[in-house]
């Protein structure tokens, strides 16, 4: 079992920035394809970005491109989300989700392991 605690959600104005980080404990393995994926009240779960186990591929979802970075510290079994310039559309519980399958996929279906969620709120 892997568990994933996510952190850094609150409240900002749009323009500004938030740092998420999801830790992971448990039976785990610092290579494990992680996510990001948000949902807003009302709307689905919908994935936000990507990046593979050594850290050398990522995906976004074309909203987020060129204003978030998804990083990962693999000896302290940790995965970022950089959120820079935040819109109000931003706002979301994000989940941090792990496989441990060969890539991450862009499905919440394809992921095993979720975190509890953070909350974001981006006031215009």
């Known amino acids: 079992q892997v568990q994933l605690v996510e952190s850094g959600g609150g409240l900002v104005q749009a323009g500004g920035s938030l740092r998420l980080s999801c830790a992971a404990s448990?039976?785990?393995?610092?290579?494990?394809?992680t996510g990001w994926f948000r949902q807003a009240p009302g709307k689905e779960r919908v994935f936000v970005a990507s990046?593979?186990?050594?850290?050398?591929?990522?995906f976004y979802r074309d909203s987020v491109k060129g204003r978030f970075t998804i990083s990962r510290d693999n000896a302290k079994n940790t995965v970022s989300l950089q959120m820079n310039s935040l819109k109000a559309e931003d706002t979301a519980v994000y989940y941090c989700a792990a496989t441990a399958g060969v890539d991450a996929p862009l499905t919440p279906a394809g992921y095993a392991y979720w975190g509890q969620g953070t909350q974001v709120t981006v006031s215009s």
């Open positions: 990046i593979n186990w050594s850290g050398g591929r990522t």
């Open positions: 448990g039976r785990t393995s610092s290579n494990y394809p």
